[in-house]
């Protein structure tokens, strides 16, 4: 597994539980995709976003990751990257999905990549792990290292021991 920025993986979360909440118990698809198309109609216009989540809402149905494993190297790094190269790593599944990344782009070109990383990961959950940061994970860890040492400090059979001893014997006396 590639090592994935904690922020990303965090915004990848949170973009799921967004997409859950619009969708609505039960789920109401309808309405999400009305709430998508006015999403990706604002940004077509020019309304600045400022939210990675936001923008990845509304774009995570219509990127096509033409570069995987591109994306999968990009995502180690939040705050550098290079936007350019990221943005050639999708296209869109329509004009209007392409015409608000363009303008997003163009506008806020960080924004952009973060988003499209984002929905990236989000859509593709199993490419990568979440680390688990757990105070039992943590003592877990802990254990297995320790565990580790111990045998480390134990002495296997066969091992050359005989230089710990007198070598002359009974001649000592």
Known sequence: MKT?????????????????????EPPDKRNYDRVI??????????FEVGDVNLLSFALANHLVFDDVAG???ESGQYDN???????KMVSCSNVA???????????DPELARKAIITAFLFKNPK???????????????????????????????????????DTRGDENV
């Open 71 to 73: 994306l999968m190297a």
């Open 37 to 46: 198309d006015a999403l990706i109609d604002e940004f077509a216009s020019g």
């Open 81 to 87: 990257g290079d936007a350019a190269k990221v943005l």
């Open 127 to 165: 490419r990568w792990t979440d680390e688990d940061h757990s105070l039992d994970a943590l003592q877990e860890e802990e254990d297995k290292e320790n565990n580790i040492e111990d045998d480390d400090e134990q002495v296997s059979h066969g091992e050359n021991i005989e230089h710990l001893f």
């Open 4 to 24: 994935i920025h904690p922020e990303f993986m965090y915004q990848s979360r949170e973009l799921g539980i967004q997409i859950e909440d619009t969708l609505g």
């Open 97 to 107: 999905s392409g015409d608000a990344l363009a303008n997003v782009f163009e506008t």
